[in-house]
Nanobody, 117 residues
Framework: QVQLIQSGGGLVQPGESLRLSCAQS????????MGWYRQTPGKQRELVAQ???????TYDDSVKGRFIISRDNEKNTLYLQMNSLKSEDTAVYYC???????????WGQGTQVTVAS
C-alpha cells in the first residue's frame, strides 16, 4: 500500500528557510507528476510547485525564485526547499503524486508551516 509521509514543517521567522520532505513508501508506477499544494483556512488547496516525471519544474508566481522542488529517486523522496519565507506562506502543505494508472492522486498527510515574527 502506498503512503506519502511528510516531515519538515514548523514555525519560522520571515526571511528564514524550511525544507519539506515527502517520503514515498510502496511503489507507484507510471508517475506523471509530483507536486506540493498548500491550503489556508477557508480557501481551496492551491498548487505551489510541480515537477514532471521528466524533471521539469513549474512554480506558482507567488513562490517563484524562492521555492525549489526536487526529487531524490534513490530515496523516493520529494522535497520542497522554501527560502525567504513570508507570512503569506503560512499554510498547511501537502505533497502529491499523480500516477497515470491510479484513479486519483496520492496525498501526504499535510504539514503546518507558520511564518511569524
Amino acid at each position: 500500500q502506498v503512503q506519502l509521509i511528510q516531515s519538515g514543517g514548523g514555525l519560522v521567522q520571515p526571511g528564514e528557510s524550511l525544507r519539506l520532505s515527502c517520503a514515498q513508501s510502496g511503489k507507484i508506477l507510471s508517475i506523471a507528476s509530483m507536486g506540493w499544494y498548500r491550503q489556508t483556512p477557508g480557501k481551496q488547496r492551491e498548487l505551489v510547485a510541480q515537477i514532471t516525471s521528466g524533471g521539469t519544474p513549474t512554480y506558482d508566481d507567488s513562490v517563484k525564485g524562492r521555492f525549489i522542488i526536487s526529487r531524490d529517486n534513490e530515496k523516493n523522496t520529494l522535497y520542497l526547499q522554501m527560502n525567504s519565507l513570508k507570512s503569506e506562506d503560512t499554510a498547511v502543505y501537502y505533497c502529491t503524486i499523480d500516477s497515470r494508472l491510479a484513479f486519483k492522486p496520492y496525498w501526504g498527510q499535510g504539514t503546518q508551516v507558520t511564518v511569524a515574527s
